[in-house]
């Protein structure tokens, strides 16, 4: 019989956690991330500042939760879309990845600057947790990408890679759950992001407003080309 009282007592702690980080979310659309206020969430919610803390110690708690939050959202879309079967063209499956970054990124431009924007003012991100569990899951989407077709024909310009060329912990990670892909791959997997990324952000930040009418035409026509760089043949895919 007493059972209930808990799980109700979780339910509504989870729906009041839920409605301050949506709040938050309006408040960063409307004024950037420096507006994020524990107070003024508060205040819109009808709660006192102490109740509001027993949420989030801090406001960095708060955007750390929110960084989390839109990093996990990312991730999960990229793995959908790059999942397919045993049979999917890898073409079609770089296509569909980078579909689905754009996609996400359009439906939430606030929480794509958040993640890729410019440093919120005074906030230092945790080096672990979930944040960083939901960006390597994002990147390991990415990596996938290159392991299913590596190796790839190389540019004769191509520069040559070793693990010394990334950080440390980032080695490690991929390491670990890529045993067996070399330096290279790594970093065409990082130069496959830098394709995909730069023409949304140029998007989502409003520079291509006044040069196209169908922004989603010419990221396309980039990513048939990726399709190239990754060692796939995209005629399937026209």
Known sequence: MGRP??????????????EIKTIALKHLTAGGAEAVSLRA??????????AI?????????LI???????????ADVMEAAGAGGPDTDP?????AVATAYRQWAISHPEEFRLIYGDPVAGYQAPADGAVREAEDRACAVLLRLVESGWPVPEHPAAEP?????????????????FPDLPPAAVALALRTWGRMHGQ???EIYGHLRSQLVDPAKLFR??????????????VASL
């Open 5 to 18: 009282t808990p799980r109700r007592r979780d339910r509504i702690r989870a729906e009041t956690s839920s």
């Open 41 to 50: 969430i508060a205040r819109d919610m009808g709660m006192t500042a102490s």
């Open 53 to 61: 803390y027993s949420y989030f110690d801090t406001r960095d708690d």
């Open 64 to 74: 750390t939760a929110l960084i989390a939050d839109s990093y996990a959202s990312l």
């Open 91 to 95: 073409a079609d499956r770089v296509l």
């Open 161 to 177: 890679y070793d693990w010394d060329d990334f950080g440390d912990a980032y080695a490690r990670r991929v390491r670990e759950l």
């Open 200 to 202: 949304v952000a140029l």
């Open 221 to 234: 026509a980039e990513m048939l080309d990726l399709t190239r760089t990754l060692g796939a043949d995209p």
